[in-house]
């Protein structure tokens, strides 16, 4: 009685992960990515057009870092994975297979560092500027992406007997060998969704009241986030390598603490101000719509059609001046 009535009270499982548009697979699990890259860029945006940035940059510089977030998502989690892809028996080309899962969020946080970088560089926005404005949306895009987990009936916990467990279709391949039909498992997908959530509400209040720039805002996001993960990784039971009796996401989540901590500290030395711009020196954007002349003195008024006197008087005036 018991076990049935903690099944009744559990979360149960989404029962399709995917559907079929034409001849095209729409997985859930890229409509929960790409909905939360949309809902960042648009964070992203307005916070850094508050800051006086130019409109929608935003989108020339994810051009860059999103492309460049996916492969180093991919390329850690083949690293991370190795035997995945490597050894007797298994098919090396798959490292491509992308659209079979497998990538990896601290991978996409050094893709998306490098891309965003060379995206500054060439829009002319302060790196740092774009990493505070960008901070809060991203760990909203994080909670989002979490559900396609959920979808996936993936990354799961160890087995629970707490009410809010998680139903996990059976057979599955993910299923630990050993562990009987109707085992519940920890949420790890919905405690990193509450973890996310709860970050973005601090980074806003936080940035907000104490003007953080510089990259600090950024730096607390990697301290908020790698903190939750550490916990998460913890309680997942998916296969992973370990290394020193951690998984890999654990030592990467420990890093992410560190690193943030001093990126913090190092910025507050050395930017004790406010930024005096989300641009860099010599590349600030003047403002849209304004129509300026190159090469000569004249202004030309093209708001409405000439008249005959004003033609007369401007070739008098050129012929003169020649």
Known sequence: MLSSALVVASIPSPSISSFQLGPLTIHFYALCILAGIIVAAIMTNRRLTARGAEPWVVI????????????????????????????????????????????????????????????????????????DALAPGLLLAQAMGRFGNWFNQELFGTPTDLPW?????????????????????????????I??????????????????????????????????????ENIRIDPSEVFFGLRTNVWAAIF???????????????????????????????????????????????????TPGSITDTATSTVASK
Request: proline share 6%; net charge neutral.
């Open 195 to 232: 973890w996310n959530s709860l970050g973005v509400l601090f980074l806003l209040w936080v940035g907000k009241r104490f003007t953080l720039q510089w990259g600090r805002l950024f730096a607390l996001y990697l301290v908020w986030y790698s903190a939750g993960r550490i916990v998460w």
């Open 256 to 306: 992410g603490v560190i690193v943030g901590i001093v990126i913090f500290f190092v910025q507050t030395r050395r930017h004790p101000g406010l930024e005096p711009s989300p641009y860099q020196p010599g590349r600030e954007w003047t403002g849209g719509g304004t129509v300026q002349s190159q090469n000569t003195d004249d202004f030309v008024d093209v708001s409405a059609p000439p």
């Open 165 to 193: 467990g998680l139903q996990i279709d059976y057979p599955n391949a993910a299923w630990p060998v050993g562990l009987p039909e109707g085992t519940l498992f920890h949420p790890t997908f919905l405690y990193e969704v």
């Open 60 to 131: 020339d510089i994810c051009l860059i870092a999103v492309p460049l977030a996916i492969i180093g998502a991919r390329i850690f989690h083949v690293v991370t994975h190795w035997g995945f892809y490597f050894g007797p028996g298994k098919n090396i080309a798959a490292i491509f297979y992308i659209w079979e899962g497998g990538i990896a969020i601290f991978g996409a946080l050094i893709g998306g560092a490098i891309g965003a970088w060379l995206g500054c560089k060439w829009t002319g926005v302060r790196f740092w500027s774009f990493a």
